[in-house]
């Protein structure tokens, strides 16, 4: 595989660019290896920056010159004043000057580290949120569905940023304590002190074994807080979308409980990581107080005894400080190595999902027809066995239009979801103009269909913005058209905004038939060859069905026509009729040809009369 590029200016990238990365990304990060460490894992999120990495951690090292100097120049003063050196006065302003000139370049270093440090930082984060959202993209329907939309928001955001922290430690916590480790050794050895050397290793084994035995305990308690953090979001959405229903029903006081109850069982679990955390930073600070302690004593014994200089026990103990602080720091991190190390798992869910919608090379479709067919279809969800669809066979011709009716739970929504690629048959194949939808390329062929479902879905943005999603070619002259195709001008003229008017979070301005009127004006824009209407006008009143019933009459024009119907009344000028029962095509024929059989289309007819 050729060197993934790092996504240094998002803005500057044109879109195939950006997937171009995102899929050299996803190859790289999505194939597991049998034996992953935790580092190769954030390697792998990292790959493409490790040069701005590494510089930006070689500028840590060299902004670190002036505190490391500071406790040698303290106690070169100290000796030199004690001793009373003729060059005393030398001395000082000598070491004063390299402190001073050291603390001038510190700056610009510090700064230039954390330019390239941040700049790391946030382009993985929009890589990596980027490479998510494309996973879900390419996963199947199936999976979208399973894991909730709480679950996925968390995912992006919350967990992103944990990984973040833990990028943090491998390029500010880890090189403060390793320069500040090799320092204090090469200066003891430069000065003889063995003594103090000794005692200052003996300290890091020490200070480990006084501290690690709660880390374990807060991986655990780190994965509970995530996992019911993800429920939460998801609860939390849910319950937004359920608001008109739970005041409708009066459930106001339910709702609260019920989340109440959700509430108060997270803030105990996070409660339990927040102390946790604490016994170990606090047992973490203690240790280094005493060990601190420890030190000073050691090092006045040794002055005592004129083993070392009174200036060295200033030095030495301004290293002993620092390499405390930064073992300290070192230790303080394992919370964080616990939150993003689960928070890597969680959004691996996504990015090494197997749940792929299509791999490998599939025949493109530039152009379809419109002939749909069914060849002994069955069709069952993998975690129940019971047949949805049982040996199916229906052939639709282009530019046909059939409805599908039957008993709820019949198959009639699975068939659609088929025609789509939503769903893959368990046994037999669907059939596009002849090919086996199973080796056909489903992006190339979904340019051709529309889906008008029975809940429209919109976005909280304009009319025209929902009319017009996808499409970049649109004038405005073809605009019109299809304003006036799908009866949408008598509302669009009503509406102080016009065309600009804003719908409102999942269209909640407008009324179910003006919402479901613009659902098929988007589909109108596509100029598909198929057109699949899921009880397209079921919810809806008398005279919205009226309007929308000429829209689709406008829609579907020359194009093969799937119409799953509630209502037996709105089909009457469909071309054929499939009655669908027990997961198969149990009737099919014109509607005057069912009405005369007398079967089970007749029985549906008698019950809506």
């Known amino acids: 595989m050729k060197r993934m590029k790092p996504i240094n200016n998002i803005e500057t990238l044109d879109e195939a660019t950006l997937i171009e990365l995102e899929n050299e990304f996803l190859k790289a990060y999505t194939t597991p290896t049998k ?118 928001q968390t995912k992006i955001f919350n967990n992103v940023d944990t990984i973040q922290g833990l990028y943090g430690f491998f390029t500010i916590s880890l090189p403060h304590f390793v320069v500040n480790l090799v320092v204090v050794i090469a200066v003891m050895l430069m000065r003889g002190r063995w003594q103090l050397l000794l005692f200052f290793l003996a300290c890091t084994p020490l200070f480990l074994l006084l501290t690690l035995p709660l880390k374990e305990r807060i991986k655990r308690n780190t994965r509970e807080y995530r996992v019911q953090n993800e429920e939460i979001s998801s609860n939390v959405l849910d319950m937004i979308e359920l608001i008109p229903v739970t005041r409708a029903h009066a459930l106001e006081d339910y709702e609260m409980h019920k989340m109440a109850r959700k509430f108060t069982s997270f803030s105990k679990t996070g409660y339990t990581l927040d102390m946790t955390t604490s016994k170990f930073e606090v047992r973490n600070w203690l240790t280094s107080q005493v060990f601190q302690l420890g030190g000073i004593a050691f090092m006045a014994f040794l002055a005592a005894n004129g083993m070392i200089s009174v200036g060295e026990i200033a030095l030495f103990y301004g290293y002993f400080e620092r390499f405390l602080t930064n073992v300290s720091n070192v230790v303080n991190v394992i919370p964080v190595i616990a939150q993003a190390s689960d928070a890597i798992t ?234 669908i029962k027990d997961g198969k095509c149990v009737e099919l024929g014109t509607y005057e040809e069912l009405l005369a059989a007398k079967g089970e289309f007749y029985r549906f007819y008698q019950m809506q009369v």
């Open 346 to 579: 969680s959004v691996t869910e996504i990015l090494r999902s197997p749940e792929i919608e299509q791999e490998g090379h599939r025949e493109r479709l530039p152009e379809v027809k419109g002939n749909i067919e069914f060849r002994n279809v069955s069709f069952h969800y993998d975690d129940d066995e019971r047949p949805i669809l049982n040996g199916l066979n229906l052939t639709i011709k282009a530019g046909e239009t059939v409805a599908l009716v039957g008993e709820s739970g019949g198959g009639k929504s699975t068939l659609v979801n088929m025609m789509t690629g939503f769903y893959r048959p368990t046994d037999g194949e669907v059939l596009i103009d002849g090919k086996d939808m199973a080796a056909v390329e489903l992006k190339s062929y979904r340019r051709h269909i529309a889906m008008v479902p029975q809940t429209s879905v919109l976005f909280a943005g304009s009319i025209r913005e929902n009319i017009t999603y996808g499409s970049r070619t649109m004038n405005e002259a073809q605009l019109q058209e299809i304003i006036d195709a799908a009866c949408l001008r008598e509302v669009i003229n009503d509406l102080p905004q016009g065309l600009d008017s804003l719908v409102g979070e999942h269209g909640g301005k407008l009324s179910g038939g003006q919402r479901q009127r613009i659902s098929i004006a988007r589909a109108m824009i596509r100029d598909p060859e198929i057109i699949l209407l899921d009880e397209a006008t079921s919810a809806l009143d008398t005279v919205s069905e009226k309007h929308i019933q000429q829209a689709i009459e406008n829609l579907s024009k020359g194009k093969t026509t799937i119409i799953v119907a509630h209502r037996l009344s709105t089909i009457k000028n469909a071309d054929k009729v499939a009655v």
């Open 35 to 152: 034996k992953e460490s935790l580092i190769r894992r954030l390697a792998l999120i990292y790959k493409g920056h490790y040069g701005k990495t590494l510089l930006s951690v070689l500028l840590c090292i060299l902004q670190l010159s002036a505190s490391m100097y500071l406790p040698i120049a303290v106690a070169n003063i100290i000796d030199a004043l004690a001793a009373g050196a003729e060059n005393r006065m030398q001395i000082v302003t000598t070491n004063l000057v390299i402190v001073a000139v050291l603390l001038l370049v510190n700056y610009p270093m510090q700064m230039l580290y954390r330019k390239y440090n941040f700049d790391t930082r946030r382009s993985v984060q929009a890589q990596l949120r980027i490479a998510l959202v494309t996973k879900l993209q390419a996963l199947t329907i199936s999976f979208n569905k399973r894991m909730s939309s709480g679950r996925i």
